[in-house]
């Protein structure tokens, strides 16, 4: 992502596509180590995790692209202060202890 940036825009906007769809892709498998094993009647209960963070999804960045690499390399807790990874945190602990994401009303 560092060399891209340093592309032209058109490439860097190409690229960013791909970037951005790998990024919730981790964030998908984030929320998979939350999310309760369903016996195959329980199937249809599935939770799609990028649906429920979607609105807390940080900016594409370097940054945060780090942030995220170190929430993922963690086996236990968070010391982040990011309010975007707390909040999709805070979501996906809903998943596994609540059985319900809360919503933005």
């Known amino acids: 992502m560092e060399a891209s940036e ?6 860097n906007e190409r690229d960013r596509k ?3 769809v790998r990024f919730e892709n981790l964030i998908v498998r984030l929320g998979g180590f939350f999310k309760p ?11 799609n995790c990028l649906d ?20 993922l390399k963690r086996e236990f807790g968070s ?15 809903r998943i596994r202890y609540f059985d319900k994401p809360l919503t933005l009303e």
């Open 6 to 11: 340093k592309l032209s825009e058109a490439c």
């Open 18 to 20: 791909g970037y951005q």
């Open 37 to 47: 094993v369903l016996t195959e009647e329980e199937a249809d209960k599935d939770i």
């Open 52 to 71: 429920i963070v979607k609105d807390y999804i940080p900016p594409l960045t370097v940054d945060n692209v780090r942030k995220l690499a170190g929430l």
């Open 79 to 93: 010391e982040s202060a990011d309010p975007f990874f707390n909040a999709i945190l805070r979501q996906f602990h």
